[in-house]
């Protein structure tokens, strides 16, 4: 019998010649990230355990990004914790606000986390990390507290389902509407504990930026990783870093719990209505919905590919009058890219706000938090009840080309239309 992506890695790094479906084991973990909210829980209890020194400072990440640059006393707090933890046990990998960037855009950057590795993070979209090809999942901040004692984690080996993808996309369709397609069709619930895998020849011509908005959203269906097999685009990705992992495919044979296949040729973009990502509609169905605020940024549409997109459509355009328009890149080198090339001056012009990197918005902490009443398009991954701010308001999602076409008209809008 075969082996998948997910479950030769998990082999490798628990030291077993096999492995099924529902084994627990103990794995060793290269990478161990943690952030403001959930990396102060993990310190606390690794010093209770009398630990005294981390496994190894090198593979400790500590990133404050959701409610950095703190924005009040208790987040002022939390973010303290995380740098006297670093300075402490000399953790090269923390990084402040001025070098910071939203975790999840930030590690794959800097050539942190590679293809074939084993990376655990106390957030649940630690699943980006898959569409370079290594195994990467949320856990919890008591999981992760052990992983700094010993460099070790207890898992359940998950079941695969695959997802195959066929067709040529249309022009404005990207990795997050055929994630945002997946999760439509299978629910909020419909890979619970499970790896999805993408592949296909559609994922096989995505550049990394759009896989990895497709990983980053696995979680959003229940996934516990969202894997894609590396390939050149893989190897252009990480060419400029020393370390360059390990590349593992899915056997011929592998087992599977369930395989999807979708000729996605006819696809619109896709748009996730409130209040769950699997309340997922075409775009053009919801043209008159008329919106407060528009956000493009957060780890999952960050990138500098994400805001070149944005500038195209608002070059020389203005945003519509009473809306508010808020641009955050994900990191610092995304952010001087921007003002290099000029998008930040665009999206100025235009009226909008461009952001430090911050998490912020996306999860209700800061930088444009919805009051009752108020209706938000964003290119973020969750539109819970409440999830960026009064439970009265309401939150759509969408790809980044929507996002700007629709901060022009003020409703939702394909760029098409622009």
Known sequence: MGYTIAEKILMAHSGKSSIKPGEFIEAEVDLALGNDITAPIAIEEFKKSGSAKVFDRFKVVLVPDHFAPAKDQRSANQCKVLADFAAEQKIKNYFEVGCMGIEHVLLPELGLVMPGDLVIGADSHTCTYGALGCYSTGI?????????????????????????????????????????????????????????????????????????????????????????EPDETTKKFIAGFKRKGKFYNSDEDAVYEKTYEWDVSKLEPQVACPHLPSNVKPVSQLKEIKLDQVVIGSCTNGRISDLRIAARILKNKKIKSGLKLIVIPATQKIYLQCVKEGLAEVFVKAGGVFSTPTCGPCLGGHMGILTDGEVALATTNRNFIGRMGSPKSFVYLSNPAVAAASSVTGKITHPAKI
């Open 140 to 228: 919890g901040s008591t999981d992760l507290a052990r992983a700094y004692i010993d460099g070790k984690i207890w898992l359940k080996v998950p079941q695969s389902v695959k997802f195959i993808f066929k067709g040529k996309p249309n022009k404005w369709v990207t990795g997050k509407d055929l994630i945002l397609y997946t999760i439509g069709q299978i629910g909020v619930d419909g890979a619970i504990y499970k790896v999805m895998e993408f592949a296909g020849p559609v994922i096989k011509d995505l550049s990394m930026d759009d896989r990895l908005a497709m990983s980053n959203m696995a979680i959003e269906a229940g996934g516990r990783a969202g894997l894609i």
